[in-house]
């Protein structure tokens, strides 16, 4: 019972959460990277940079992802360990990609159907 109820007050939370850009702990996120990666040359300056980048983008583009995929990227991308900016712009970005060709293959076949008919 207690799962259950955890699931929907954690439901209500990511709902009311893809309303707006959520808020991320993104320099934990790149303390961590940096020090996995071991990568000379990049910095947590320059990976909170970066994720302050895509966190603008989000802020500007936001309204026009439905809330159906901001969820989906929300739970996915920034409910891990290491919530992400940019992972959670990608997922979106690549999200309205198949959203569009999947809109652009289902009007070629209505049009491909329309003009086949004698």
């Known amino acids: 019972m207690m799962t259950v109820a955890m699931f929907f007050v954690g439901s209500s939370l990511l709902i009311k959460t893809a309303n707006g850009v959520p808020n991320l702990d993104v320099k934990s996120t790149c303390i961590a990277a940096i020090k996995l990666a071991g990568v000379s040359g990049r910095t947590v300056e320059s990976c909170v940079a970066g994720e302050t980048a895509a966190r603008k ?55 491909k159907k329309s003009t086949s008919k004698p």
């Open 57 to 111: 983008e989000l802020e500007r583009d936001w309204p026009q992802f439905p809330s159906e995929e901001r969820n989906r990227c929300i739970s996915t991308s920034a409910g891990s360990h290491s919530p992400s900016y940019v992972e959670l712009l990608i997922c979106l970005d690549m999200l309205r990609d198949s959203r569009k060709r999947q809109e652009d293959e289902r009007a070629a076949s209505q049009k």
